[in-house]
């Protein structure tokens, strides 16, 4: 394991039960979809106090262990965006929120399997993390499962619109906090390239992204 503070090695221990944390919990889902239908109301408010004890633990951290660094500690990575999503969908049941949720949630995907400055599952930002890349990642599916929702046409671009606003409001507070909002400062790969570079690069690999995302919700909403 980790020590308490240290980011996790690629496939070392750590990340290893992060994924096998994952794993069982798709397996669970996947052969209890009928469950979860049977009980949806309970597993709506479950999900809800789950999501709002992981805000509240992230957050307290921050404040508690890093005196709340701006640069650090704001709801703007996208992770943290889609909790909030996905519990104000948990309230409204809205299919656009849903659709911003499943598209968003493939760069949880992105992270989860390549980590970069995530903690341990000793660290409570660490077990903040699981949780919410559990549920983020799960959701879509479980959505499906629960709710009368799916990906239609037309929802790419409406994600991708609400993407390219996110882009351009992190790139302005960014240099004001010194932030590292989506990994313009400490980039998992090619750390050295510049912003002009690497934004119109995010740029077309998300669009490309949210194309792949798209064929596979539309072939699992055919299931």
């Known amino acids: 394991m980790t020590e308490f503070g240290e980011y996790i090695p690629l496939f070392r221990i750590d990340h290893i039960l992060y994924i096998c944390i994952l794993m069982i919990s798709a397996l669970w889902m996947y052969k209890e979809k009928k469950f979860i239908k049977k009980y949806e109301k309970g597993f709506t408010v479950i999900l809800f106090i ?20 701006l640069g650090e500690s704001l709801p703007l990575h996208i992770s943290r965006i889609n909790s909030i999503l996905i519990m104000a969908f948990l309230l409204t049941k ?69 993407f390219l606003l996110y882009l351009f409001i992190v790139s302005i507070i960014n240099p004001l906090v010194d932030g590292n909002y989506f990994y313009f400062k400490y980039k998992p790969i090619f750390p050295e390239m510049a912003n002009y570079i690497f934004i119109p690069l995010v740029i077309v690999f998300v669009y490309l992204l949210f194309s792949l995302g798209e064929i596979i919700f539309k072939k699992i909403a055919k299931e």
């Not at 789950?50 to 660094?69: A, H, K, P, R, T």
């Open 50 to 69: 789950v999501s709002l004890i992981q805000q509240i633990l992230l957050y307290g951290s921050y404040f508690i262990l890093f005196e709340f660094d």
């Open 94 to 162: 809205n299919r656009k929120l849903y659709a911003v949720i499943c598209y968003f949630s493939l760069f949880a995907w992105l992270t989860f399997l390549y980590p970069s400055r995530v903690y341990g599952i000793t660290h409570p930002i660490g077990i903040s993390f699981i949780i919410n890349h559990v549920i983020t990642l799960l959701f879509p599916y479980y959505a499906r499962a629960a709710y009368p929702v799916e990906i239609k046409k037309g929802d790419k671009v409406f994600a991708y619109k609400w």
